[in-house]
């Protein structure tokens, strides 16, 4: 246990720690979150327009096609509004101008953007389809503009010029810079390849990206360098998620595009899948465990499960995880590593088959479980599919939560007995 805890404080931890600041990465995960109230609001107008109760379909069915719009104008632009959230955070980090970075990112992806034989930008690139191109896109112009101000090549004006237009004309030569090179980058590719910039990134890195974290295996590699991170005391769905948030909400997007088209939901692993029936309570499945805490032998545990269940509800689970604790705890890491992972089998395996209906609208974090599984879903199903999963983390939990209750209880009845004497 000592040798498995020095090498996660020499090696592990530092490693991880320097990954989450790392400004690129950083900037890629403050920008997706900025999306996330878009698709929350679409998410919702898309229960209201298929709701999970079958009497109401009736009702709504006249109104679906106005209901509609607002999930198309949210899932809709993903790519669009990730283009400028993710130059504005990145730019933000290098105290530029944040919102010229924001709309030459804008600009720059429009101008990618493959147009049909009407000259028309095709709406299909402003939703998922067009995220990993915002990304790269995002990076590459805020660079750009970096070289710029660092070398002192821009327009200088006199010191009488108000600020916003010394800004509109400081942003003008790189603004320039980045629309040229997207501008001849496509010319090129498309002369040689028959390729426009978009489509030559999504098959470098878009497909191969969507297409691994789409896997099972890779899904479970994930949730296994989450888990090892929580357990050092990173948060470690922050760090995954900028490389897999994307890929996640990306299929999640999809799969709302599908439902509101009537079609069949392509996509099993998602956000929720993730975020719904995989972490219920938290990271680690906790919610299983403050259950268990309630009836723990020591005195410390049993409070800390009657203090932990109510967040743990609405998957905050930081008193049990910093209490008991489990981080830093190797006796709690096995199964903390293991519920999780054992959830997401099952879960995959009842999306599969079709005993669960696959998840299509998005909800808060915070949605407690069951709610949560219902709306994302539709499918009462999806209630004893959480349920389910909540009595396997249990089971697993059971063992090494014994041994833990028991190494405090000595402890405490130790205390007692040297105050005693």
């Known amino acids: 246990m000592d040798a498995i805890m020095n090498f996660l404080n020499d090696h592990f931890m530092p490693f991880a720690g320097k990954l989450a600041e790392q400004r690129h990465l950083k900037a890629l ?19 209201i327009a298929y709701p999970p109760i079958e009497a109401l379909d009736a009702a709504v069915a006249p109104f ?40 030459i990112s804008v600009s720059a992806f429009l101008l990618s953007m493959p147009a049909t034989d009407n000259g028309n930008i095709p709406a299909e690139w402003l939703g998922s389809k067009g995220l990993f191109v ?17 070398k002192n090549i821009f327009i200088k004006m006199p010191a009488e010029v ?12 790189p603004g320039f810079a980045m629309l040229l090179l997207v501008w001849i980058v496509n010319i090129i590719l498309l002369r040689s390849t028959s390729l426009t910039l978009p489509e030559a990134i999504n098959i470098v890195l878009g497909i191969p990206i969507m297409n691994l974290g789409s896997s099972l295996p890779a899904t479970l590699i994930a949730i296994i360098i989450i888990q090892l991170l929580w357990c050092v005391g990173i948060q470690g769905a922050d760090i995954v998620a900028v490389f897999l948030g994307p890929v996640w909400l990306s299929l999640s997007e999809q799969n709302a595009v599908a439902k509101a088209a009537g079609e069949m939901l392509p996509n099993i692993i998602t956000n929720q899948f993730i975020y719904v029936f995989v972490f219920v309570g938290g990271a680690g499945a906790t919610f299983a465990l403050a259950l268990l805490l309630l009836n723990a032998k020591s005195s410390q545990l049993k409070a800390i499960g009657k203090v932990g269940i109510w967040p743990t509800m609405f998957n905050i689970n930081e008193p049990i995880t910093f209490g008991m604790p489990i981080i830093m705890n190797p006796v709690m890491f096995i199964p903390f590593i293991l519920a999780p992972l054992a959830a997401a089998v099952t879960t995959y395996a009842a999306m599969a088959t079709n005993l669960v209906a696959r998840p299509y609208a998005i909800v808060p974090w915070t949605t407690p479980a069951f709610i949560s599984g219902f709306l994302t879903t539709g499918d009462w199903k999806a209630i004893i599919l959480q349920l389910v999963n909540i009595i396997i983390a249990a089971i697993i939990y059971y063992p090494f939560l014994k041994m833990w209750d028991k190494m405090k209880l000595e402890e405490e009845t130790k205390q007692v007995t040297e105050e005693n004497i």
């Open 29 to 47: 995960r403050e920008g997706i979150v900025a999306v996330m109230p878009l698709l929350l609001v679409g998410s919702l107008f898309l229960i």
């Open 64 to 103: 679906r096609g106005e209901l509609s719009k607002v999930s198309n104008a949210t899932f809709g632009i993903l790519a669009l509004v990730a283009s400028f959230s993710v130059a504005y955070s990145l730019s933000n980090s290098y105290k530029l101008d944040s919102l010229a970075s924001g709309i």
């Open 134 to 150: 915002a990304m790269v896109i995002a990076i590459l112009s805020v660079e750009i503009q970096r070289f710029f101000m660092e």
């Open 162 to 173: 108000p600020p916003f237009v010394v800004r509109s004309f400081a942003a003008l030569l």
